[in-house]
């Protein structure tokens, strides 16, 4: 009896989880075992994927190319370009050396905009997550929903606003100016769009609410008792925060460090908008190899590494300081 | 004792939510623009028709924005509504029940959320592309008939990616469920279906509003997955502003992104209100 009951529950189990095992094994794991497999193949004349089995698309990306005569040369043209970056672009010719800097730069460009994006985010929604959460009921509640409201508002549109505000002739450079003639001093306008800088404002402003709502879920949780006992215990307030708010929040910190640092490594279109042409990441390589260049196997390649770098970041952040319920979304 | 906060804490909030909000303020004057270039502000626009709102009444006689909005509406409702039901049902299964695959389910639900979605975006993209050359090339189909992306493809990707959404959400809410009101329905006869459907259901109701909420405005809002599964005449807005911001964008844009953000104020609103009353 208990028996043909398990079985009918084990049953009914898999009925009601099999339409969304199915969606996800057929626009999921499919897919992504199509990339790995077209990864290692190659492109004909038009465009169109050949079945076969190499490493050329992930040897390109490491910069080995066919001029290379041993590894050797590989290595001492990857030590030159990263020790004098502007001496290797300057002596090297193009069409006859045998390192290609070009990938590595694009790699590492995305690598370190995550990291400065995902840090200026830290430094600037710690405090504010803080602050909610240290506020009255009401406050918080509206304090929280001011924070969801740039955050429904739509990617691009938000992207868009910055353009406004950072060209040549726009709002911020408008704004310098009237305060410089107010002040009689010389004004140039700044060159700020398009750029680096403006793609990290940009990354900031589109990621910022990612990081602060898990934060915020951290802080709140924490028992304001302990920060009684830390006082009553003689800890100054420096002290109560790095023993006692920063540890208990850490799990917050992670979540959002992982909902900001994945997607900005994957997007294309802040770069895209605010970077102009030259300020290629992982995202604009993928995108173009799809639709422009129409080189499946080597966007499929690089698809590839950005997924390894951003699990890497995952799972070591998992498992070194653990995961809470932080990770759900609003 | 509530617990202090320093005055440079305030000012420090206090900036980083003007930073927040600064890029809206201006979105949404820029949309009373006198200037067609829109590049700096040169007064409010005073134009017929609609004076003021001049760029607000262009918007809604501007086709290619009507069409992109249906799209919109009808691949987020569609993809809510299948995404919700399936979503549901796996989070009662994983919840409920242990079967075989419970731990594979699991692990190809937490995936999608892990990944960047531009991997996502081109591996369905490849899928799509193969599957329709097969199909295209086997059945021979005249070009009239063959199969491309288009709104289908892009509902079908939108529900790929909110199932995983939907089933946390369901989950977080089943999690805290008392299970000895089922247990007192069935004792009082009802059978399994019965006590679902009167009893199961209506309790986890809001956590399954929250999920479909949260499906609806993750596609509203996608752009990415949404670009590498579109095809001809399934333009979303998301879209339909990213292609106009490669050329003049006029203050229509703007007027398009107040209405934006004026819609998504108002559901806000709502679904706040909704929470409050179920909770």
């Given amino acids: 009896m208990i028996q043909r009951l398990r079985q009918h529950k084990s049953l009914q189990g898999s009925l009601l989880a099999s339409p969304a095992l199915l969606w996800m094994i057929v626009l999921l794991i499919v897919p992504l075992l199509l990339i790995v497999i077209i990864s290692f193949g190659g492109r004909d004349a038009d465009g169109n994927v050949i079945y076969t089995f190499r490493l050329d698309n992930y040897i390109r990306l490491t910069g080995y190319t066919d001029n290379c005569r041993s590894a050797g040369d590989y290595f001492s043209g990857l030590w030159q370009a990263i020790t004098n970056p502007a001496a290797y672009d300057e002596t090297t010719n193009p069409a006859t050396r045998c390192f290609d800097p070009l990938y590595l730069q694009i790699l590492w460009r995305s690598v370190s905009l995550a990291l400065q994006t995902t840090l200026v985010v830290i430094l600037m929604g710690y405090p504010l997550a803080y602050y909610v959460a240290r506020s009255s009921i009401r406050r918080r509640n509206l304090l929280l929903f001011l924070i969801l409201v740039p955050l429904w508002t739509n990617f691009v549109i938000r992207v868009y606003a910055w353009i406004i505000i950072l060209r040549g002739q726009g709002v911020l450079n408008g704004l310098l100016g009237s305060g410089a003639s107010a002040l009689g001093l010389p004004f140039r306008p700044l060159d700020l769009y398009p750029s680096a800088g403006a793609v990290l404002v940009g990354m900031v402003y589109e990621f910022l609410p990612f990081m602060i709502l898990p934060m915020y879920t951290s802080l709140e949780k924490i028992d304001t008792s302990l920060y009684e006992a830390a006082a009553d215990l003689g800890a100054n307030p420096l002290r109560t925060f790095l023993r006692v708010t920063l540890p208990l929040s850490m799990p917050g910190v992670v979540a959002g460090t992982i909902l900001v640092f994945v997607p900005v490594m994957g997007t294309f279109v802040v770069s895209d908008i605010l970077g102009g042409k030259q300020f290629v990441l992982v995202g604009n390589l993928i995108q173009r190899q799809f639709l422009d260049a129409r080189d499946r196997a080597f966007g499929s390649a690089a698809s590839i590494i950005l997924m390894v770098m951003t699990l890497l970041v995952t799972v070591y952040y998992t498992r070194r300081f653990g995961f809470g319920e932080e990770i759900a979304p609003v | ?279």
């Fill in chain 2, 1 to 279: 004792m509530t617990h202090r906060r320093s005055p440079w804490l305030r000012l420090f909030t206090l900036l980083v939510y003007a930073f927040l909000y600064a890029p809206i303020v201006v979105l949404i004057v820029f949309a009373f623009n006198s200037s067609r270039t829109n590049i700096t502000f040169e007064g409010i626009v005073n134009q017929e028709p609609c004076g003021p709102f001049y760029w607000f009444c262009k918007l809604l006689s501007n086709r290619d924005v009507v069409d992109a909005a249906r799209n919109t509406l009808t691949i987020a409702t569609v993809s809510t509504l299948v995404s919700t039901v399936i979503g549901t049902m796996a989070a009662l299964a994983l919840q409920r029940f242990s079967f075989r695959l419970k731990a594979f389910t699991e692990l190809s639900l937490y995936v999608p959320i892990i990944i960047p979605e531009i991997v996502m975006g081109i591996s369905i993209l490849v899928l799509f592309n193969q599957v329709f050359n097969w199909i295209n090339t086997t059945l021979a189909l005249a070009p009239d008939n063959r199969l491309s992306l288009g709104l289908g493809t892009v509902i079908i990707a939108h529900i790929a990616f909110s199932i995983p959404f939907v089933v946390l959400v369901v989950r977080a809410r089943l999690h805290g469920f008392d299970k000895s009101v089922e247990e007192a329905a069935m004792d009082l006869g009802a059978n399994e279906w019965v006590t679902f459907w009167r009893v199961t259901l209506p309790l986890i109701m809001p956590g399954v509003l929250s999920g479909a909420l949260l499906a609806f405005t993750l596609s509203l809002d996608d752009f990415i997955i949404t670009f590498f599964t579109t095809g001809p005449g399934a333009t979303t807005l998301p879209i339909y502003v990213y292609g106009l911001l490669r050329r003049i964008i006029t203050p229509e844009v703007n007027a398009l992104s107040t209405v934006w953000i004026l819609i998504v104020l108002v559901a806000l609103l709502i679904s706040q209100r909704l929470q409050r009353r179920s909770t």
